[in-house]
């Protein structure tokens, strides 16, 4: 999708044609209104670098963008989808080898 031109038809921010004359079906590839948010996401091997407790770190106003923990801390290696805060899932990956797990040298939360 992309803003039509000023002169094309009664709105900016539709499709400029949702295909042939016949047959007369839309094809699935033609962007449609709908919800524009809150969309699933999968992310594959993400390596699980910490498991540990928020009481064992001290967070000095909180950490940026979350505020304080108050329950367990999970270190993900990589980034993460959504917005702070966001829900996130994480499971086994059914494709590939199993990941071996990662040793900890040496750990810093700013």
């Known amino acids: ?7 094309s ?12 004359q016949r047959p007369g079906v839309v094809p699935a ?7 524009m948010g809150f969309h699933h996401r999968v992310d594959h091997n993400k ?3 910490l498991v540990a407790d928020a ?3 001290k967070f000095e106003g909180g950490m940026k963008h979350y505020g304080v923990p108050r329950s367990s801390l999970i ?3 990589g980034s993460v989808p959504g917005p702070a ?3 996130v899932l994480l499971r086994l990956s059914i494709k590939g080898k199993p990941i ?4 900890i040298a040496y750990n810093s939360i700013s």
């Open 75 to 77: 270190g993900v290696s």
């Open 100 to 103: 071996e797990p990662p040793t």
């Open 29 to 35: 590839t033609v962007g449609r209104p709908g919800q």
């Open 55 to 57: 009481s064992k770190f």
């Open 1 to 7: 999708m992309k803003l039509l031109p000023h002169k």
């Open 85 to 87: 805060k966001r829900l």
């Open 9 to 20: 038809r009664k709105t900016k921010r539709g499709p400029g044609a949702t295909g042939p």
């Open 47 to 49: 390596k699980i670098v």
